[in-house]
């Protein structure tokens, strides 16, 4: 899977390239992915926590919130924010899906989280924080009414994403 992440992201245009890339590095939706680097783009003060790093999906409910999976946050460091500075404007999924086959490139956007996911666990981050950040809550009492993770584990997930981020960048 991060084969193809790092060819895909090499095959295609930047715009394109990084919302793989940025996808990899949030693990949030393909859908998700390209509205978060839009929000960056053009209401960054709102959208950014700049102080704790993380970009608010919870400020546009509308946006990110559905019935079964919230992505509430998404923690970033330096160059998530530069890949979604650095892009072009996507208008919707169907742009990015339809336009992986000009450049005889797999559709397998799915990837993105799945490298997000097992690279964070794989570095010893628990699976209730890599649920969190992607927007999956689990049914267990303990993880709805008690957990709360702590905020320096989002210090060393910042940390984890700079390893990530250099694995594919090519």
């Known amino acids: 899977m991060l084969k193809w992440v790092k ?54 409910p509308r946006l990110f919130l559905r019935v079964s999976k919230n992505a509430y946050v998404s923690v970033i460091n330096k160059d998530t924010l530069q890949i979604a500075r650095g892009s072009e404007p996507i208008t919707s999924y169907n742009q990015i899906r339809n336009s992986f086959g000009d450049y005889y490139v797999s559709m397998n956007m799915y ?20 649920d969190l950040l992607q927007g999956r809550i ?15 584990k989002f210090d060393l997930i910042r940390e984890k994403l700079t390893k990530l981020h250099n694995l594919i960048d090519v």
Request: aromatic fraction near 14%; proline fraction near 6%; hydrophobic fraction near 35%.
């Open 7 to 60: 060819e895909s992201v090499s095959a295609l245009p930047s715009t394109l390239g990084n919302v793989i890339h940025f996808n990899t590095l949030t693990g949030l939706w393909p859908d998700e992915g390209y509205k978060a680097m839009e929000l960056i783009r053009a209401d960054e003060t709102t959208y950014v926590d700049k102080k704790r790093m993380l970009l608010t999906h919870y400020k546009y």
């Open 111 to 130: 990837y993105c989280r799945k490298v997000f996911a097992t690279f964070l666990r794989n570095e010893g981050i628990e699976s209730e924080i890599v």
């Open 138 to 152: 689990p049914n267990s009492v303990f993880v709805r009414h008690y957990y709360r993770p702590d905020p320096s």
